[in-house]
């Protein structure tokens, strides 16, 4: 059977659970990411829908901002395990572009262990009791008389730090292979989507 596309790319030197493990991850980001995107359809059809009814017809609605803010939000959360697959999160480029392969996997595997993990830990933590006490009592949205429910929305907390730490554990085996070896590491999936770009 001929192995996936792009699957050449990773070194022979990494132990073949940890490349079932980083790819599984990364799949899971990546599709998470795609669904995730889907979001802007109905977020644009309530913005136009709402700019249509304020502007021509003078009867704005008292639910549209509301959902607007839930369906960015959930965007905007649930995409950032697929932003840090891509690498595209904030970081200070100057120096880190300059380094060796090995000296940027040692300081991002080290910036793993001691901030990224912790941080994200406690956000898994502080987001599950956050969102659990709002589905306990099934809380309702206080800024309109719409009231929606906003226990879902706070699901989302939970959930992007639960695929956040997952990512996590897949850029740190990679930020380790390359300090290990010199080499950046590429899942197959990753190097499928660069390919086809």
Do not use: C
Request: no cysteine; net charge neutral; hydrophobic share 50%.
């Amino acid at each position: 059977m001929p192995a996936p596309p792009g699957s050449e790319r990773a070194p022979d030197r990494v132990p073949r659970p940890v490349t079932t493990l980083v790819r599984w991850i990364d799949v899971l980001s990546e599709w998470s990411g795609r669904l995730t995107a889907w979001f802007i359809i109905p977020l644009i059809f309530v913005i136009v829908y709402e700019i249509l009814a304020r502007h021509a017809f003078n009867a704005p609605t008292i639910w549209s901002f509301e959902l607007q803010f839930m369906l960015y939000a959930s965007m905007f959360m649930l995409g950032a395990a697929y932003t840090l697959l891509y690498g595209e999160h904030i970081r200070t480029d100057i120096l880190y572009n300059r380094w060796p392969v090995r000296w940027q996997g040692i300081v991002d595997a080290t910036l793993y262990l001691l901030f990224y993990f912790p941080g994200i830990a406690f956000f898994l933590w502080a987001g599950w009791d956050f969102a659990y006490r709002s589905w306990a009592i099934r809380e309702l949205s206080e800024f309109s008389p719409w009231r929606p429910p906003i226990y879902p929305l706070k699901m989302t907390i939970p959930v992007t730090a639960a695929l956040l730490l997952l990512q996590g554990v897949s850029e740190f085996a990679k930020s380790l292979h390359a300090a290990i070896t010199g080499r950046r590491y590429e899942a197959a999936g990753r190097a499928g989507h660069e390919e086809a770009i």
